[in-house]
């Protein structure tokens, strides 16, 4: 072939890459050293492309064109469960190479097929020229989101006003040098130097620099003042014990989510081995789009009536939306939208107690479901219940009507704030729902000893709950009876994993998704019934195996990683994938209500990017090796 004409070829293949990722952000003298070495390949209709069987995998694959069928080695039958559809520009076998073992899925044209080749000794020398392909392959999902989410940023850049990022690390944030001070330094000590500083804030540190102690301005008045104590005492008499502290290393949304959560304004940054690096205030991190954490929680603490919680429940929308305009992950934005929600429902609690008579009352609000696991997204409903104690000198009667009114109140608000009514009545106001702790013991008692298909329905509702309001040791009494009984009945588990397959991820065998025959729905995947509900339910089953007290899905995952034998990588694609799917939920909610249609779950993966498309796939076969996982675990 003559050098013009090898050239053109080059090109040819070069602009073919440009089109598909990672290539398209390769560094240009990679791209072109990889053009060079490819070697274009045709395989027609059902040819064995790679095999298990061929021994270590010696090529890497790039599809030009036609379709491959990936297929899980030791199946007979490629059915939807067990195959997945590869197109052109996507890769395989991206861990076998890298390794260099054999692959452990079959791969197979169904229909005429034009694959690029990289000898693995070129695959390597590529990984050391290309940080990009590096990347792309040591974390291939990761890889892949981190470009859906810079798409997601440029997407939303417009509807948000970006004045800083929330993806920005803490060291970067805290540039001050931090003022401290020692616990027996006196307080006329510390308050010259706030004044002449004009610091709101004193930290207190040991002799080591970590952090043992936090002063503020608003504690003068109360700690100081009123309660008469004398300037000359140390410091450390007055002071918050045990401040709330992140590493340097984590981002600005980790302070943001900590401050929502735990109601404070200033977040310690250490170092590695804990010494005070710097501090960092609401200020430091909210000016978006006029629309703050400090003036959402401000505007609900002190919210007189409905209509201004309701404004403020939308002033949460537009902050998760600020979040996700600028990078943000999904599970990140799902925590702030429930800890902000929490903050509401406490209001709208409090605001109901003053017109309530519960003085004395030992009692306790439950939120179940995705509240429960805080991972709501912008369209959710209530699901919620009481847990309370009656003494014998109470009539039990009486006190669960006035506890009954008190929740349909309550129920009745959070409607007109804009968390609608469960459908299913599983909401507090519900006498089923406003129990004693011995009625829901009993009633936990009876679904697991007894699972029935309504009863494994309610332990995929009921078994995910978190105490929002009162006494939270009633919830945390529930949560050692559920362990207590899950623990020790392997046959309950085995009926939840019976459960958990009888839904599977959408993937075709010939096309990319299986999608939604329902006339209603053509050409739709419900992402949180074939999505997000699987990791959620294998995740709760492994938490309850384990006596595992979160209720989170992630968290859920990642404490049974290592009791379940997975590796910090492999559970981190499979993190990484239910991420991506919440983060499709997010997005699509929010184009939904801002075209004045009702949010929903439903997306259309043909309307989806090349990009999009590429990682839902993935998603769903990493949600498929855990179902595999959990077939075997239970033998199911």
């Not at 970067?172 to 931090?178: H, I, T, V």
């Not at 929308?317 to 599970?331: C, F, P, T």
């Not at 609000?365 to 009656?390: A, H, K, M, V």
Request: net charge negative; with cysteine; hydrophobic share 40%.
């Amino acid at each position: 072939m003559s050098t013009n004409a090898t050239q053109m070829l080059v090109s040819a293949t070069m602009e073919f890459l440009r089109r598909h990722s990672p290539f398209d952000r390769m560094e240009g003298d990679a791209l072109r050293f990889l053009a060079e070495r490819l070697k274009l390949a045709y395989y027609h209709k059902d040819a064995a492309i790679l095999t298990p069987d061929m021994g270590a995998a010696r090529t890497f694959y790039i599809i030009q064109r036609g379709k491959v069928v990936a297929r899980q080695a030791g199946e007979v039958n490629v059915t939807e469960y067990n195959a997945m559809t590869l197109g052109p520009g996507e890769c395989f076998p991206i861990g076998a190479v890298t390794a260099q073992r054999a692959s452990t899925n079959g791969y197979t044209a169904i229909e005429d097929v034009f694959c690029y080749q990289l000898a693995a000794d070129d695959f390597f020398e590529l990984m050391r020229m290309s940080s990009v392909f590096n990347l792309f392959c040591t974390q291939y999902i990761a890889s892949l989101l981190n470009q859906s989410r810079q798409q997601l940023q440029v997407q939303f850049a417009q509807r948000a006003a970006e004045q800083q990022s929330l993806n920005t690390p803490l060291s970067l944030l805290a540039k001050r040098e931090p003022v401290s001070v020692q616990p027996e330094t006196p307080l006329r000590q510390v308050l010259e130097a706030m004044g002449q500083q004009r610091l709101g804030s004193m930290i207190v540190t040991d002799a080591e620099g970590k952090p043992v102690g936090i002063f503020t301005q608003s504690d003068v008045l109360h700690r100081v003042v009123l309660a008469g104590v004398a300037l000359e005492e140390p410091i450390g008499k007055v002071m918050s014990k045990d401040p709330h502290t992140l590493q340097d290393t984590v981002y600005a949304y980790d302070a943001a989510l900590a401050m929502a959560m735990h109601g404070i304004r200033h977040v310690l940054v250490v170092d590695g081995e804990g010494r005070l690096k710097g501090v960092i205030s609401e200020r430091d991190l909210f000016t978006l789009q006029r629309v703050g954490l400090r003036q959402i929680r401000q505007s609900v603490e002190t919210a007189p009536d409905l209509e201004t919680l309701l404004q403020t429940s939308h002033d949460v929308r537009q902050l998760a939306l600020n979040m996700l305009a600028q990078g943000v992950g999904a599970e990140q934005v799902t925590q702030f939208i429930s800890a902000l929600n929490d903050t509401i429902t406490r209001r709208v609690l409090e605001l109901n107690l003053d017109k309530h008579d519960l003085y004395g009352v030992d009692w306790a609000w439950l939120s179940f479901g995705s509240e429960g696991r805080e991972e709501q997204t912008f369209s959710t409903d209530q699901d919620n219940g009481i847990i309370y104690l009656c003494p014998d000198f109470m009539d039990k009667e009486q006190l669960k009507m006035r506890l009954l009114d008190f929740a349909r109140d309550v129920n009745d608000d959070l409607d007109k704030c804009g968390f609608p009514l469960c459908s299913g009545n599983i909401m507090a106001g519900n006498p089923d729902l406003c129990l004693t702790l011995e009625e829901w013991e009993e009633k936990f008692t009876n679904w697991v000893r007894h699972p029935h298909p309504a009863a494994l329905l309610n332990a995929t509702i009921f078994f995910d709950f978190r105490t929002l309001y009162g006494n939270p040791s009633l919830g945390e009494r529930l949560r050692k009876w559920m362990l207590s009984l899950t623990t020790s009945n392997p046959g309950f588990l085995k009926m939840m994993a019976h459960n958990a397959l009888d839904v599977e991820p959408p993937l075709g065998k010939i096309r990319d998704f299986v999608t939604d025959l329902d006339p209603e729905h053509p050409g739709t995947i419900d992402l949180k019934k074939y999505g997000a509900r699987l990791f959620v339910d294998i995740a709760r089953i492994y938490a309850l195996a384990a006596g595992i007290h979160n209720s989170n899905t992630v968290q859920r995952l990642r404490h049974s990683a290592k009791r379940l034998g997975i590796s910090g990588e492999e559970m981190a694609a499979i993190i990484d994938s239910f991420n991506f799917i919440q983060l499709l939920r997010l997005r699509h909610q929010h184009l939904e209500t801002e075209a004045g249609q009702a949010g929903d779950n439903r997306i259309h993966p043909d309307k989806l990017n090349e990009l999009d498309r590429r990682i839902l796939k993935e998603s769903f076969r990493q949600v498929r090796k855990l179902q595999s996982r959990i077939k075997m675990d239970y033998q199911v």
